[in-house]
Nanobody, 122 residues
């Protein structure tokens, strides 16, 4: 049973930083694609960043140069360091895993999700 638990969200001022964490458990698939998505009311979940097999990273254009995705494999923890936060970064942030080959960008192609952590930038 796969479980993803996010934490680290909060309310910050524009220009500040936050680090989100995602603790994963129950993943038996070797080298899965992990991703961070965000969603705002009335909009689809959009990919923020993904990491393929704990290697190659992909970032949305809107966050390139500001966000960094890392992982601690031995602790099964995924991080999203968010710097220079902007009003447009506000949203619910979800951690996701794909239990199959490939590392897609569409949210329906991911297998399991956390419950999300809210980030509010003002």
């Amino acid at each position: 049973h796969v479980q993803l638990v996010e934490s680290g969200g909060g309310s910050v001022q524009a220009g500040e930083s936050l680090r989100l964490s995602c603790v994963a458990s129950g993943i038996t698939y070797k080298g899965p694609c992990m991703g961070w998505f965000r969603q705002t009311p009335g909009k689809e979940r959009e990919l923020v960043a993904s990491m393929e097999g704990y290697g190659r990273e992909l970032y949305a254009n809107a966050v390139k140069g500001r966000f960094t995705m890392t992982s601690e494999k031995d602790k099964n923890v995924l991080y999203l360091q968010m710097n220079s936060l902007k009003l447009g970064d506000t949203g619910m942030y979800y951690c996701a895993v794909r239990l199959n080959s490939g590392c897609p960008i569409r949210w329906p192609d991911f297998s399991a999700w956390g419950r999300g952590t809210q980030v509010t930038v003002s």
